[in-house]
């Protein structure tokens, strides 16, 4: 089992930034790939920035050159760093993990932290 917790979430204006955090425990080492995500009211949920097993990251096209993804050495805990804020960027963002077991890989998903982007 994998519990995803993130936190820094909130209000602000355009062009502004906010940092997510998403700590993660349990079987920590059994997470594959773990990225951020997210969901705007009426629309599917989408990949904003993932780390990819083999340590490379990927992003959003729409997020390109202003979101960054981290990880802290323990790889306990996952950071989006969002810079120069649209508000099309708002929604409801989520931490999800693959975690492999012996036989199945499972995804594992957070209780997600709401982004709020002022025009």
Do not use: H
């Amino acid at each position: 089992q994998v519990q995803l917790v993130e936190s820094g979430g909130g209000l602000v204006q355009a062009g502004g930034s906010l940092r997510l955090s998403c700590a993660a425990s349990g079987s920590t080492s059994s997470i594959s790939n773990i990225g951020w995500y997210r969901q705007a009211p009426g629309k599917q949920r989408e990949l904003v920035a993932a780390l990819r097993s083999g340590g490379s990251a990927n992003y959003a096209d729409s997020v390109k050159g202003r979101f960054t993804i981290s990880r802290d050495n323990t790889k306990s805990t996952v950071y989006l760093q969002m810079n120069s804020l649209k508000p099309e960027d708002t929604a409801v963002y989520y931490c999800g993990a693959d975690v492999v077991f012996e036989t199945s890989v499972r995804a594992y998903w957070g209780q997600g932290t709401q982004v709020t982007v002022s025009s």
